[in-house]
């Protein structure tokens, strides 16, 4: 698959994502012990993953990014190594109990660790690692 075509798709899921952090029924309960001053929309998306409004609205500005980035070779490399910086710093911060909740704003604890750092893996090999065949050129 070209980077391209795969920023595309990674910026649609991104779309998807915090779109359905929006859906109240997507949205459960929160686990107990974690406080955040912003509470708006503040659960587990799909009973997995600790979503609040401004947490939504930061997957939805990735998904914007990416299918902006996915109209050019360049622009979706770039997209890409800052996806795996910005996920692998999000994956520490996850680790650490003082920064989990990003000072407070946004939950980042729990499977949203193994997560990001899945996220960081595979935006580092299309940022960096991965080489578009000639024919996937434009």
Do not use: C
């Not at 990674?10 to 929160?30: D, R």
């Not at 997995?48 to 360049?74: E, K, Q």
């Not at 996806?83 to 003082?98: C, E, F, H, Q, S």
């Amino acid at each position: 698959m070209n980077t391209r075509t795969f920023a595309m798709i990674f910026g649609i899921v991104f779309l998807l994502v915090g779109a359905l952090g929006f859906v109240p029924n997507m949205v459960h309960g929160p686990m107990a012990g974690h406080e955040l001053s912003m509470k708006q929309g503040y659960g587990d998306l799909l009973g997995l993953f600790p979503v609040n409004m401004l947490h939504n609205i930061v997957h939805l500005l990735f998904g914007v990014w990416g299918v902006l980035a996915a109209r050019s070779l360049t622009g979706s490399r770039m997209y890409f190594r800052a996806v795996a910086v910005i996920y692998a710093l999000l994956t520490v911060m996850g680790l650490v109990p003082m920064l989990n909740t990003t000072f407070g704003l946004i939950p980042i604890y729990g499977n949203d660790v193994w997560l990001h750092a899945l996220l960081a893996i595979v935006a580092a090999y299309f940022g960096w690692m991965h080489r578009d065949l000639a024919a996937d050129r434009p």
